[in-house]
């Protein structure tokens, strides 16, 4: 008898136990986005059929989404009991996590509306509902609009306070930032006459009030009043950042500019760290959204540096150049771009700053070429065709193609071709009428046109795209290779052969690879002969040439060319150039200088999109000698995990975590010349060899283990 009761718990506990499995919810969807803008309050969605995106989830490997419900409602009590008045989509049986167009009847211009969802998985089941997110509408409109976050203000208390006599006080916030001064004190009477000193640069003997160049220094004299005084202290308004190009900012953000030392001359109270703060001004910016740590300190540090300035540089609302001009550029949208998009899930401000040039294009021949860059970057992180189809007789314009000979090469007389910028850092280029860093970008921007045709269903444009560049590709190896010397000339018929006629073909997919070998020798005795702008297609060359340890050495090199350097200097955002030496009158604030932001990721991280949006993913470190990193890379699906451990020559581990409705192609060093063999997820499997990596192909949702080595 007993042993029957016995039993019978076990039993019962055991159905109960299978019941309640059943019962239980996945993890509910996160990240939602309405026009690929996320948090609690978005606002201003002018598009009549706005379109939803989110992180699915599972706690199994390999898992996809195969169904969702979307709820949206006038009220966030009635959606609180799962009733939607403005629209239920009910059970979608859709993989589609992003991009999902609304599908419910008119919304209305200045309103409020709230949804949530919930989904279905293939392994997990259904989820949870997510939480509930609101979005406002502006005045709903038929016409094409990139929406934007409002501008935000987030005060900073400061680092350190340090009285310097009776009156005198400097205040370190720790970072530069834009924006202005926030001072609450008592005043004994009228009269007082407070001085304040506002200074990107300074130490702790106080602001440098002498900076050089147009790093940035103020004095303000602040009157005060009997009792009281809470004050915002703003810097005069300079009329070169102002001017008819220049970005405004709204006028209740009033004046604003880079600074993080402060000092307070005749202040007439004790001061403490709560009664100021730096106002910073700056777009949207998720800090957790992206993480990076290795085995390298200057490595680490140089990441932070990059990371930071994506924030720090966002307080336009759109892409500029620095405080100097304050005016949006290509080729600085585009490095901007990728980095910002390598630090944070956020698209608006790339695709608003791209749209802006394309009605307001600036003056370098090779910029025009970056627009093409930036639109197809904009499609493979975002998988939206929108500013594509909205763009593309723009963007067909923006390659020169009408410059072409028949030969296929561009000849661009009369146009002011840049090379590198400032004019210094040309490594002696020889200007040619048909000049091979142009030629170059112009044959990556016909590549990219054919993708784009295609993604529009253009199939004819896609073919005659390639055709194109295949022309261009041969007569480039034709007419501007010196076979004696084994690398590219500056131009057709110079003498000279540079850094750039070099790198940008071996970045761009130009290079043969019968010549590979002699290009990336050339590329690498260069050295860092190029400005932080060359940098990008320096460090991505020298990837391509299958060189990672080179860019290890120049990404922590301690050089006055490196980025070290803008640390060193006391910079907390990059430089507009590696030190004032090369640029005089440089900004200390300039995104362009940001690259390792985007290569650590992308290349010694490995991660890159192979589909539009997200859909399949690189991951292949090149790390060189680095032992070990770490690294959360954020994507519109979801934070992507990769951790590698660099045992070389015995064995090389990589970790990678992968959001739901991904796979990933992914490729780890071959150790052992003759191995073919990775270990993934304990089980052995033949891998693809492909210079140097061994490589597997779809790799699931979920934490994986790969390891490649010699003992396997």
Same mark, same amino acid.
């Given at each position: ?34 026009? *690929? ?96 997110? +609101? ?28 009285? +310097? @006599? ?13 924006? #202005? ?10 009269? *007082? ?65 880079? *600074? ?19 106002? @910073?001004?700056?777009?949207? *910016? ?92 904009? #499609? ?43 004019a210094g850092e040309r490594d002696g280029y020889e200007f040619k009428e048909v000049n091979t860093v142009v030629n170059a970008f112009y044959y990556k921007t016909l590549l990219q046109m054919a993708d784009i045709a295609a993604a529009l269903g253009r199939e004819s444009d896609a073919a ?11 007569a480039f190896n034709e007419v501007l290779f010196d076979t004696a010397r084994g690398i590219y000339l500056d131009g057709e018929n110079a003498k000279h052969a540079s850094l750039h006629a070099n790198m940008m073909p071996l970045a761009f997919g130009l290079v043969p690879e019968d010549r ?8 690498? @005795? ?54 004032? +030496? ?48 770490? @690294? ?81």
């Amino acid at each position: 008898m007993k042993r029957s009761l016995c039993t019978n718990l076990v039993v019962i506990i055991s159905i109960m136990i299978a019941c309640s499995t059943v019962a239980a919810k996945s993890t509910a969807p996160d990240g939602l986005m309405v026009e *690929f803008l996320q948090g609690p309050d978005v606002a201003e969605i002018t598009d009549a059929t706005p379109e939803f995106g989110w992180v699915a989830h599972s706690s199994h490997k390999n898992d996809v989404q195969t169904a969702y419900r979307i709820l949206v409602s006038s009220s966030p009590e009635m959606l609180a009991r799962n009733e939607a008045d403005i629209w239920d989509s009910g059970k979608c049986n859709a993989a589609g996590s992003i991009n999902v167009p609304y599908g419910g009847g008119a919304l209305k211009s200045n309103e409020s509306y709230y949804w949530k969802l919930k989904t279905w998985c293939r392994l997990g089941g259904e989820s949870s509902w997510s939480d509930i997110m +609101k979005f406002s509408t502006g005045d709903i409109t038929k016409e094409y609009v990139t929406t934007r976050y409002p501008l935000r203000r987030t005060a900073v208390p400061p680092r350190e306070v340090i009285k +310097k @006599s009776d009156g005198h006080y400097l205040i370190d916030f720790g970072k530069v930032a834009f924006g #202005y001064l926030h001072i609450e004190l008592n005043a004994p009477e009228d009269g *007082f006459r407070m001085e304040v000193h506002l200074g990107e640069t300074g130490s702790a003997g106080g602001v440098n009030k002498n900076p050089g160049g147009t790093i940035r220094y103020y004095k303000i004299v602040q009157p005060l009043r009997r009792g009281v005084n809470k004050l915002d202290v703003h810097p005069p308004r300079d009329q070169r950042n102002t001017g008819a190009k220049a970005i405004k900012l709204p006028a209740e953000f009033g004046s604003i500019t880079p *600074f993080r030392y402060v000092e307070l001359v005749n202040c007439p109270a004790q001061l403490d760290k709560s009664m100021i703060r730096q106002i @910073s001004v700056h777009y949207f *910016f998720d800090d957790s959204a992206s993480a990076f740590e290795s085995s390298d300190p200057v490595l680490n540090d140089i990441w932070e540096l990059c990371k930071y300035s994506m924030k720090a540089t966002s307080f336009c609302g759109v892409y500029v150049d620095g405080d100097r001009e304050r005016i949006p550029y290509e080729a600085d949208a585009y490095i901007n771009q990728l980095s910002h998009y390598a630090v944070d899930r956020e698209y608006t401000l790339a695709r608003y700053s791209h749209e802006y040039l394309l009605k307001h294009p600036t003056w370098p021949t090779e910029w025009k070429h970056h627009s093409v860059l930036i639109a197809w970057a904009d #499609y493979m992180y975002t998988g939206n065709t929108e500013s594509l189809a909205q763009n593309y007789n723009v963007l067909q314009s923006k390659t020169l193609e009408d410059r072409a000979r028949k030969d296929g090469l561009l000849n661009t007389k009369g146009l002011r071709d840049i090379v590198d910028w400032p004019a210094g850092e040309r490594d002696g280029y020889e200007f040619k009428e048909v000049n091979t860093v142009v030629n170059a970008f112009y044959y990556k921007t016909l590549l990219q046109m054919a993708d784009i045709a295609a993604a529009l269903g253009r199939e004819s444009d896609a073919a005659e795209y390639q055709k194109k560049a295949a022309k261009v590709k041969s007569a480039f190896n034709e007419v501007l290779f010196d076979t004696a010397r084994g690398i590219y000339l500056d131009g057709e018929n110079a003498k000279h052969a540079s850094l750039h006629a070099n790198m940008m073909p071996l970045a761009f997919g130009l290079v043969p690879e019968d010549r590979k070998k002699s290009v990336a020798d050339f590329v690498v @005795s260069r050295g860092m002969a190029c400005s932080v702008y060359g940098a990008q297609y320096l460090l991505e060359a020298l990837y391509e040439g299958g060189r990672p340890e080179s860019v290890l050495e120049r990404m922590t090199s301690k050089d006055i060319r490196s980025w070290y350097n803008m640390l060193r200097v006391g910079s907390t955002i990059t430089l507009e150039a590696w030190d004032n +030496k090369f640029k005089p009158n440089q900004d200390w604030n300039h995104a362009w200088g940001a690259v390792p932001g985007n290569i650590i990721p992308r290349y010694l991280m490995g991660v890159r999109p192979l589909e539009p949006g997200f859909g399949k993913v690189l991951i292949q470190p090149q790390c060189g000698t680095l032992e070990w990193a770490s @690294s959360t890379v954020p994507s519109i699906r979801g934070p992507i995990k990769v951790s590698f451990k660099n045992d070389t020559p015995r064995t090389f581990e990589l970790q990678i975590d992968i959001p739901v409705n991904m796979t990933a192609k992914v490729g780890l060093p071959q150790i052992g010349r003759q191995s073919t063999t990775l270990v993934v997820d304990g089980e052995k499997v033949n891998a693809r060899y492909q210079n140097g990596y061994l490589f597997v192909d779809g790799i699931g949702s979920g934490a994986h283990t790969l390891i490649s080595g010699q003992a396997l």
